[in-house]
């Protein structure tokens, strides 16, 4: 990982677009026309099998749908806050991406992030690319460079990153919410502290938000709190609904770890 920048990025990003700009160092010192066409085409190429290595680096989906009842994942889709690209219609946005779920085992977050920081580094530098190439190649071919569908790859892979980090830390949620569908809420006689599911929750929950908020830019920290707010929402009120019997201390200790929670 390149700690040089603001975020780190996968030293291999780096290395393609300093080889990149090598390149056309070298073929513009030769020709402007066609051949650095040619060029621009194998770099497109070369862009998009990367976007796809990136994706290799995220956890395989470990199934579609809820493994456990009131497990939701509700809410992950992708959005214009996490990606500006042809969403739906591409490989990492397809119809069956949003009932995937994810398990993010200890520490593979930071690999995530650093496939969400890598991602915007390279829009960025594919955005400067294509302008670099079309004030350099002859005036008769830059019509044809346009490298947004390299962009809309990054973009896709970052909003499908989120929604990795999103089911994943809703897994993680799964054991504490196992312990609140086991309590007996119908004998439940006095109201106290916090229940032990809540300081499970938060014992799961609190480390993998902290890795997560140092290692993304705010932007799409907040975008990765707001899915997870909807999906975790979701999943806890569909838990609490199949609770067969509640007390009436019970409903007000519910109500209180509801507070704790938020």
């Known amino acids: 990982v390149d700690n040089r920048g603001e975020r780190p990025v996968f030293i291999s990003s780096t290395n393609l677009f300093v080889y990149i700009k090598g390149s056309i160092t070298r073929c513009t010192a030769l020709t402007k026309g066609k051949p650095f066409l040619l060029l621009y085409q194998a770099f497109s190429d070369s862009l998009r099998t990367y976007a796809q290595i990136l994706n290799g680096k995220l956890p395989k989906p470990t199934n579609t749908s809820s493994s456990m009842p009131g497990i939701s994942i509700a809410g992950l889709g992708s959005s214009k806050s996490a990606s500006s690209g042809s969403g739906a219609n591409n490989e990492y ?5 949003n009932t995937e779920t994810f398990k993010i085992i200890k520490a593979e977050e ?4 650093h496939v969400i920081s ?3 580094y390279c829009t960025y ?3 400067a690319l294509e302008e670099l190439i079309k004030d350099t190649i002859e005036p008769t071919f830059q ?3 346009d490298m ?3 962009q809309d790859a990054f973009h896709d892979l970052t909003a ?4 990795v980090l999103v089911s994943g830390l809703t897994n993680r949620a799964q054991e504490a919410l196992k312990q609140l569908s086991n309590i007996n809420w119908g004998q ?3 109201v106290g502290e916090e229940s032990d599911y809540v300081r499970t929750l938060h014992l799961e929950l609190e480390p993998f938000v902290t890795t997560v908020r140092s290692l993304l830019p705010t932007s799409y920290f907040r975008t990765f709190c707001d899915k997870f707010a909807t999906s975790f929402t979701a999943t806890y009120y569909e838990t609490v609904v199949r609770l067969k019997r509640i007390s009436e201390p019970g409903t007000q200790q519910l109500l209180l770890d509801v507070y704790n929670i938020k």
């Open 118 to 120: 890598t991602c915007e």
């Open 93 to 97: 946005n397809n119809s069956s991406s």
């Open 160 to 163: 499908k990153s989120i929604r």
């Open 125 to 127: 530098t594919v955005e």
């Open 143 to 145: 019509s044809r460079i």
């Open 188 to 190: 439940w006689d006095s």
């Open 148 to 150: 947004m569908a390299d």
């Open 110 to 113: 930071v690999t995530v992030c």
